[in-house]
């Protein structure tokens, strides 16, 4: 768990080394990423997209919107943090909003040199626990006082704990701000607006409650969830995972079969 003041716009730290269990992995939302790469590079696509960006110095990844593919290489190193959705606003140079289901690399946001002084220090560093060490520091040092921080952080915080199912009028008459003032704090440091944060994490919390290990009614599912109808939720489904409600379960089974009490166990999950 990082230190305070970090700790309350960071989920993790971590480091990872070694073979992925999959060469392809599907990372789901609510959640930002930053990735610094100390081995060889990987490749991101994004939905449907046909095409692969390959990442060697690592990517930023704000709050995402759809599904994300990431293609490791045979043995990969690396370290990163997992922010939660509000928490990367205060190290972007830009608005969140522009790097919207737009992955850029660590370079484009920070600065060559600074990444390549970095990386070094973490390749040579002494072990993960120096790493991850490093790391922390140097958020610390980037941490950036943020206009509408504590408005946005308190607001996504509610919006995380009612799973989505909060109505988002409620919280800006709560707040005693106007729905164009709390939208537009929220591209800036979340990227998308509190609704679209709201689906995501009703749709997470929905994926996330499903006992994959018996037999699945998705209508059930779907209207337990608060959907329109099953149609409208399998929409969702694709847009959130890249795959019919059907494939993932198999997808899912498939890691827990492979792969039980794994580090990556539903997050990510492979990408077929």
């Not at 230190?3 to 730290?13: A, M, S, T, V």
């Not at 930002?32 to 100390?38: D, G, P, S």
């Not at 922010?83 to 969140?96: E, H, R, S, V, Y």
């Not at 005693?176 to 995501?200: D, I, M, N, Q, W």
């Amino acid at each position: 768990m990082p230190r305070p003041p970090l700790d309350g716009l960071i989920d993790d730290l971590y480091y990872l080394e070694g073979a992925p269990p999959y060469a392809r992995l599907r990372l789901p939302p609510p959640a930002a990423l930053l990735i610094v790469n100390l081995g060889a590079p990987f490749r991101v696509r994004g939905g449907a997209d046909p095409d692969t960006a390959e990442y060697a110095d690592g990517c930023v990844v704000t709050m995402p919107t759809r599904a994300w593919e990431f293609g490791y290489p045979i043995w990969t190193r690396s370290v990163g943090v997992h922010f939660k959705p509000w928490g990367m606003g205060p190290f972007l140079p830009m608005p969140a909003a522009e790097l919207c289901d737009r992955p850029v690399t660590v370079e484009q946001v920070w600065g060559r040199p600074a990444v390549a002084e970095l990386r070094d220090r973490l390749a040579t560093a002494d072990g993960p626990h120096a790493m991850l060490t490093l790391l922390e520091e140097e958020l610390m040092r980037r941490l950036c006082e943020t206009a509408g921080l504590g408005l946005v952080r308190h607001t996504s915080s509610v919006i995380a704990a009612s799973s989505g199912a909060v109505p988002i009028g409620d919280l800006r008459v709560a707040a005693g701000v106007s729905s164009t003032h709390l939208a537009l704090r929220f591209k800036e440091l979340v990227g998308v607006t509190p609704k679209r944060l709201a689906r995501t994490y009703r749709f997470a919390a929905t994926v996330f409650a499903i006992d994959f290990a018996g037999p699945i009614d998705w209508a059930d599912v779907a209207s337990g969830a608060g959907y329109f109808d099953q149609a409208h939720f399998g929409h969702e489904f694709r847009a959130f995972t890249g795959l019919t409600p059907t494939r993932y379960a198999e997808v899912r089974r498939r890691f827990l079969r492979e792969h039980p009490g794994h580090a990556l166990d539903s997050w990510p999950l492979p990408a077929d």
